[in-house]
T-cell receptor, first 117, second 113 residues
Framework: AAGVIQSPRHLIKEKRETATLKCYPI?????VYWYQQGPGQDPQFLIS???????DKGSIPDRFSAQQFSDYHSELNMSSLELGDSALYFC????????????????FGPGTRLTVT | AQTVTQSQPEMSVQEAETVTLSCTYD???????LFWYKQPPSRQMILVIR??????QNATENRFSVNFQKAAKSFSLKISDSQLGDTAMYFC??????????FGKGTRLSVIA
């Protein structure tokens, strides 16, 4: 079965640079979530989209922005990178509508490991 | 706001034995979902099992089962016949379906040969 795809898998940037992370959800999933997981931490919610509209907003810095496109893929844009932004960034997708047994289950991509030097 | 607490930072179990990981949560919601995710050293987040709050029957998935006590707001994970591949960080998570997941701090499980 198709899974969530994230690119790139690894990214190294310097302070004050910008980064763009991409996420391709499972086909027919209508919701995308972005999470940030620091070393030794649990995943923290950043932002989500439902049917290409922003749905919820978590602890996302103002330096970050995100959007979901017409093909349902999503991009997380990060500017003025700081050392503290070094983390694993997950995208997860789920299905809100319909009667699927797996409705509301969030499936995670492999993550993008961002290192800021 | 919902909170999820995992009180066991680390646990270990002998191969083929059974282990139970604890999770408690706090919420004022009446309808919600609970999940256990496994994060092996590869750091992939893998959905292990889910429980709907409105279902009284405990969920099971092969060697994995849960003990869901709604009144006590408890949601423990039992792993039977532990295997070396079960070595991972396990996260308990809470969601209401249309909202982001709230995770516990995780329990690091080591399966010993």
């Amino acid at each position: 079965a198709a899974g969530v795809i994230q690119s790139p898998r690894h990214l190294i940037k310097e302070k004050r640079e910008t980064a763009t992370l991409k996420c391709y959800p499972i086909p027919r999933h209508d919701t995308v979530y972005w999470y940030q997981q620091g070393p030794g931490q649990d995943p923290q919610f950043l932002i989500s989209f439902y049917e290409k509209m922003q749905s919820d907003k978590g602890s996302i810095p103002d330096r970050f922005s995100a959007q979901q496109f017409s093909d349902y893929h999503s991009e997380l844009n990060m500017s003025s990178l700081e050392l503290g932004d070094s983390a694993l960034y997950f995208c997860a997708s789920s299905l809100r509508t319909g009667g699927s047994r797996s409705r509301y289950e969030q499936y995670f991509g492999p993550g993008t490991r961002l290192t800021v030097t | 706001a919902q909170t999820v607490t995992q009180s066991q930072p680390e646990m270990s179990v002998q191969e083929a034995e059974t282990v139970t990981l604890s999770c408690t949560y706090d919420t004022s919601e009446s309808n919600y979902y609970l999940f256990w995710y496994k994060q092996p050293p590869s750091r992939q987040m893998i959905l292990v099992i889910r429980q709907e709050a409105y279902k009284q029957q405990n969920a099971t998935e092969n060697r994995f089962s849960v003990n869901f006590q709604k009144a006590a707001k408890s949601f423990s994970l039992k792993i039977s016949d532990s295997q070396l591949g079960d070595t991972a960080m396990y996260f308990c998570a809470f969601g209401t379906g249309n909202t982001p997941l709230v995770f516990g701090k995780g329990t690091r499980l080591s399966v010993i040969a």
